[in-house]
């Protein structure tokens, strides 16, 4: 069924037209939402014109480590677009469901373009940087989700909830819905594909984190960082809403627990750097960044979350 949301609205709002059971009318609040200013409507702009590149192309989004190895990787821009777009919608421009849908969805194709997961083959090998006892490298693997790579998975799981949240929409949760298509063109043994829905990558997160004792999943191979893992958990508490289940509550017990146990909070209430998994270690903080990062991502935008308590 199909409604045109035009009666109850001044003229100055446009006309737009959504499928399913959406209400024909808006609540008149929506109508008094302050206006986004010059340089907010201008970040969206910018959102939908990186989103909307041919595949492959990657202007104006060049990272300092051409690896994807860093903080300004494919991923975490890609990411972070996501849940801003989708703060904007939800808060100030609820009545543009169709551009912001269309908006997540091409960021989330671009988040399974191998050019953002496939650097994981050759971190998964690991190193004396992040394991000092390690005698030789690992063999690789490329599935980006199967194991440690919190980093990635984290992100995705939240950015696909997050759009299911917002549309009501499973499309992410039908089989084949997340491939990666691993096919380097002159080496390697043959093409592989590595398939997840919405379900199988939160319960493949689930798993990793019950081996490491609920203290979290690795971002770079043995290490272990608190932000990181918040991601997934607000993604997991998306999909309790939206089913009407409760993992989450169990997983944040669990998680509250061995992040004490583990020393992962400091004494003066901030988070530690990371937790080195093999050597049982904890290296302190030695910045607020970790608890910065935490507290202006999760506390401000989704309110959720504390220091006491993650998540």
Excluded at 267 to 287: E, I, N, R
Aim: hydrophobic share 40%; net charge neutral; proline share 5%.
């Amino acid at each position: 069924m199909s409604h045109t949301v035009t009666d109850s609205l001044p003229a100055q709002v446009l006309k737009f037209t959504v499928h399913g059971t959406f209400p024909p009318t808006l609540a008149s609040s929506t109508i008094t939402l302050p206006k986004l200013d010059r340089q907010q409507a201008g970040h969206l702009r910018h959102f939908h014109n990186l989103a909307s590149q041919l595949d492959g192309e990657w202007a104006h989004m060049g990272a300092l480590e051409p690896a994807q190895e860093w903080l300004d990787s494919y991923r975490y821009q890609l990411a972070t677009m996501v849940y801003a777009a989708g703060a904007t919608h939800y808060h100030r421009l609820p009545a543009l469901r169709g551009l912001f849908q269309e908006l997540l969805l091409k960021l989330i194709h671009k988040m399974l373009r191998k050019e953002v997961w496939g650097y994981w083959y050759l971190t998964s090998q690991s190193g004396k940087l992040v394991d000092p006892d390690i005698k030789e490298l690992r063999r690789p693997w490329a599935d980006p989700i199967v194991r440690e790579n919190i980093m990635y998975s984290g992100h995705l799981l939240l950015m696909v909830t997050l759009y299911a949240m917002l549309f009501d929409d499973n499309k992410f949760d039908q089989d084949d819905a997340l491939t990666f298509q691993w096919d380097p063109v002159f080496w390697g043994m043959g093409p592989e594909k590595f398939s997840y829905t919405t379900s199988s990558l939160q319960q493949t997160i689930l798993n990793q984190m019950e081996q490491n004792g609920w203290a979290g999943v690795c971002c770079e191979p043995n290490w272990i960082f608190v932000p990181c893992n918040q991601f997934p958990i607000i993604g997991m508490r998306y999909n309790d809403i939206r089913k009407g289940t409760k993992v989450v509550d169990g997983v944040i017990a669990k998680y509250a627990k061995a992040l004490q146990d583990r020393g992962m909070i400091n004494g003066d209430g901030l988070f530690a750097q990371w937790y080195a998994v093999k050597q049982a270690f904890t290296v302190p903080a030695h910045s607020i960044s970790n608890t910065a990062w935490f507290e202006l991502s999760f506390t401000w935008l989704y309110g959720i979350c504390n220091l006491s308590q993650p998540c």
